[in-house]
């Protein structure tokens, strides 16, 4: 069984004037530990997909599981659930809460958990260590430059240890040396087994996926092997 299913998904967005198609039966199998990337033109699809894969989006029809749990069958306690336990979300915008430092913004998705705070600081600690901040988790966004920003919303995105994590186009707001820098970040996270899906617009990273989903119009125009860089690195 796949991992991530997406079978005949489909969402419209209907006004009294229009219906807009932003996915058309969009059938789509992802392996564990693939790091794949959803590219394609603007209003192609691509923010809506990770939109309903986060669970944020309903459907409009078809199904979608992870894990075998079908997403969009849960109720909305259970779905938020599965959001905790399952996703790591890594935005473009960073989103981090400019009044928090960066180990604060870090341990914000362990408020929930019934673990003592020690623990959730360990864990933080651990997660800006991963990302190479381990110096700067006292600084407050503003005092972190554009990539370091995006480092601690990526070690939030990981500080729950879940299994799939989504990104809406990270490096868009980065110059391209601060880009390269956190593609080899992804990098080495899915050499360590990490499910990565990456939305983006710029063709110049693609070559950091080992899978290439090309939407246009709401489906799959290209669906293409990327890199062989994880395998022959593995060797």
Not at 89 to 116: C, D, G, H, S, W
Not at 168 to 182: F, M, N, V, Y
């Amino acid at each position: 069984m796949a991992f991530i299913e997406f079978s005949g998904l489909t969402k419209s967005y209907v006004t009294d004037a229009d219906r807009v198609d932003a996915l058309r039966s969009l059938s789509i199998d992802v392996k564990e530990g693939t790091f794949l990337g959803v590219m394609g033109p603007s209003g192609s699809g691509k923010s809506t997909l990770l939109s309903i894969l986060g669970g944020l989006c309903r459907p409009t029809a078809g199904r979608i599981s992870v894990d075998g749990i079908d997403l969009y069958a849960l109720g909305q306690e259970q779905l938020a659930d599965f959001r905790r336990e399952y996703l790591g979300f890594v935005f473009q915008a960073f989103n981090l809460v400019p009044y928090l430092t960066a180990l604060e913004n870090v341990m914000l998705p362990l408020a929930v958990k019934r673990i003592p705070r020690r623990e959730k600081r360990d864990r933080a600690l651990h997660a800006l260590e991963r990302v190479g901040l381990q110096n700067r988790e006292g600084h407050l966004p503003s005092q972190l430059s554009g990539g370091e920003q995006e480092r601690v919303a990526i070690a939030r995105a990981l500080v729950n240890t879940p299994p799939l994590i989504l990104a809406d186009e990270p490096t868009g707001s980065l110059d391209s040396q601060t880009s390269h820098d956190i593609m080899e970040l992804f990098n080495a996270l899915n050499a360590e087994g990490q499910t990565i899906i990456m939305v983006t617009h710029n063709d110049e990273i693609r070559s950091y996926f080992d899978r290439i989903i090309r939407l246009r119009d709401g489906a799959v125009h290209e669906d293409l092997v990327g890199r062989t860089r994880k395998l022959a690195a593995a060797g």
